[in-house]
């Protein structure tokens, strides 16, 4: 679900930093309509989501 997501952004450029409780926190650098997963802090994202893991599987279930 979340590729079905990330390709409708073709022209966004944009990096967005997740910190999930009890996880090691992980970017997405959206860029060119492609979503690469880093492992790590981003150095300037434009966006942070900081949450419960069980939260975020939850809004990427559509639930």
């Not at 996880?23 to 959206?30: H, M, N, V």
């Amino acid at each position: 679900m979340l590729m079905r997501i990330f390709r409708k952004t073709v022209s966004i450029n944009r990096v967005i930093q997740l910190k999930l409780e009890g996880e090691d926190p992980f970017y997405i650098d959206l860029k060119d309509g492609k979503a690469e997963f880093y492992e790590g802090e981003a150095e300037k994202p434009n966006y942070t989501i900081k949450t419960t893991a069980k939260l975020w599987k939850e809004i990427l279930q559509g639930e």
